[in-house]
């Protein structure tokens, strides 16, 4: 049976650095941003039901979501939010179960990195959860300058995610990736050992 390790952190913590290393040393990792992003391109079952709930304003004239104006509607009310959460949720629920189990049948070990993993529900489907682990400093500090952001516009993008420190009571492993880049890989090497040794 495959062992499944999901992989969470928050938003410039560092987990697409952990995943390109994962990647390096052989292990196959299910990216759920690329699921999703693939359910909303033309054609994908996502584009399909955001156009039918809120119309074709919400595209470009090429045919693709314009982003801002869907979360324009989105956040426009309780009742829009909920709806989004539950049939966008679903349908990205599905399409992760799909890859999930299409590794299962070819992989001894993978990983999914999943960034809402906790807050969506995801804990029960690993055999370990691994998060990528900073400092609010460090986050804000790499948020406003990997996204050209004020402080005041990274502060609210972290409000509004879970923090790290709450996330830290609920997984199996803490990858701290405050320091230097090597002390980041030696970390992951040490944790995959004990993983291959079971």
């Not at 156009?51 to 074709?56: L, S």
């Not at 982003?67 to 509607?73: F, H, V």
């Not at 959860?129 to 952001?149: F, G, H, K, P, S």
């Not at 409000?159 to 320091?179: G, P």
């Amino acid at each position: 049976m495959a062992r499944i390790i999901g992989l969470t952190g928050g938003i410039a913590s560092g987990k697409s650095t952990v995943t390109s290393y994962l990647r390096e040393k052989g292990y196959a990792v299910i990216d759920a941003d690329r699921v999703v992003h693939d359910l909303q391109a033309q054609g994908g079952e996502l584009h399909q039901a955001l156009v039918e709930h809120f119309g074709t304003e919400i595209l470009l004239d090429t045919g693709d979501l314009n982003r801002p104006a869907l979360a324009e509607r989105i956040f426009s009310s309780q009742k829009e939010i909920v709806w989004s959460n539950q049939v966008q949720g679903e349908m990205i629920r599905k399409a992760l179960a799909r890859e999930r189990d299409r590794l299962i049948e070819a992989e001894d070990l993978f990983f999914m990195d999943i960034p809402l993993l906790i807050e969506q529900g995801y804990l029960d489907w690993f055999d370990q959860v691994w998060l990528v682990y900073v400092t609010e400093d460090t986050q804000l500090e790499r948020l406003m300058e990997r996204n050209a952001l004020t402080e005041v516009q990274a502060r609210d993008r972290l409000a509004a995610q879970m923090s790290l420190d709450e996330k830290k009571a609920l997984v199996d492993l803490v990858i701290d990736n405050n320091s230097k880049r090597d002390h980041l890989y030696q970390q992951i090497d040490r944790a995959l050992e004990q993983i291959e040794r079971r």
